[in-house]
């Protein structure tokens, strides 16, 4: 049977990895230092999708212990790169 959660999840997925899409493709298309943030920003976004798929297949040890803390790691980057460079 599937639960409200369920599609929650499926939702929370989906739009995570969307995001990632963007924010990689403007990575492709641009050349300035908006290329490393949008790097940063999508491989948080597309991490974090997979926390919740993770979860959506009941693999909340490789959620917790794998993909949180990579996903933590890249929010970090971007937040220390957007702190120093800021936007161009």
């Known amino acids: 049977m599937v639960t409200y959660l369920d ?3 499926i939702v929370n997925t989906l ?3 969307a ?3 963007a924010l990689f493709w403007l ?3 641009t050349k300035t ?3 490393i943030l949008s790097i940063l920003l999508g491989g ?3 991490f974090h999708g997979a926390y919740h798929l993770s ?3 009941s693999q909340s040890s490789v ?3 794998l993909v949180e803390p990579v996903a933590i790691v890249f929010l970090m980057m971007f937040a220390g790169y957007y702190w120093k460079k800021g936007l161009p």
Request: overall charge neutral.
């Open 15 to 17: 739009s995570m990895f």
């Open 44 to 46: 948080f976004a597309f």
């Open 55 to 57: 979860f959506l297949l």
């Open 33 to 35: 230092q908006l290329r």
């Open 27 to 29: 990575a492709i298309n």
């Open 63 to 65: 959620a917790i212990e």
């Open 19 to 21: 995001a990632a899409t």
């Open 7 to 9: 599609i929650l999840g």
